[in-house]
């Protein structure tokens, strides 16, 4: 088991460009979170999937923020425009259902210049 | 609305020292509880759980923590830290409503010689 692995780990991206970020999730979870970490926000959530269906994306910036599951092994997150307030830590997390814990990984560094 | 505050940002103990790491919830029904430890550039990590039943629950690395209905409290202790400890770590709800997590700001520990 390799955890959730997320990818790139670190990535650097000018202002006004798109930025994806990738989430392969702990096989059979059925679960995947997104969270986005900074220092003066700390944890926020942004979106979650259930058997790859959107179920509450309410933490997701309308604009320039979506995120899909088009199968059950893998999620992205995709930023157009970047800003460099979009600058953060993403974390995706997956788990075995809704009400269990979440299993997270280790978060790719964006950084927005 | 629930939400999890942890008061203490940061705290620094000594090798070898005991330790509490408070933290506070609110939520109308009996929540489902979690720790988790951030190492540095590292995802989160379960450190333990609370779901129902013995309020006092065991985790990994000899942490504990104690839930309190009446004091709306899950605070973390470690009897005797190691430097290893060093870390940030969450403390977390889960709204088994939405099935959403709810995150408190986090508390660095530092455990100094």
């Known amino acids: 088991n390799a955890g959730v692995i997320q990818t790139p780990r670190h990535k650097v991206t000018g202002k006004g460009q798109e930025a994806t970020l990738w989430c392969e999730p702990i096989s059979g979870h059925s679960a995947v979170f997104w969270y986005r970490q900074t220092i003066v926000q700390g944890l926020e959530f942004l979106t979650y999937f259930r058997n790859q269906a959107p179920i509450d994306d309410s933490g997701m910036p309308k604009e320039r923020f979506s995120a899909q599951m088009p199968n059950q092994s893998h999620s992205t997150l995709k930023i157009q425009s970047t800003q460099p307030q979009d600058s953060a830590v993403y974390l995706c997390a997956s788990s075995l259902d809704s009400g269990t814990e979440v299993f997270f990984g280790k978060g790719t560094r964006l950084t927005v210049v | 609305a629930q939400s999890v505050t942890q008061p203490d940002a940061r705290v620094t103990v000594s090798e070898g020292a005991s330790l509490q790491l408070r933290c506070k919830y609110s939520y109308s029904a009996t929540p489902y509880l979690f720790w988790y430890v951030q190492y540095p550039r590292q995802g989160l990590q379960l450190l333990l759980k609370y779901y129902s039943g013995d309020p006092v629950v065991q985790g990994v690395n000899s942490f504990e923590a104690e839930f309190s209905k009446s004091n709306s409290s899950f605070h973390l202790q470690k009897a005797s830290v190691h430097w290893s400890d060093s870390a940030v770590y969450f403390c977390?709800?889960?709204?088994?409503?939405?099935?959403?997590?709810?995150f408190g700001a986090g508390t660095r520990l530092k455990v100094i010689a």
């Open positions: 977390a709800l889960l709204n088994t409503g939405n099935y959403k997590y709810v």
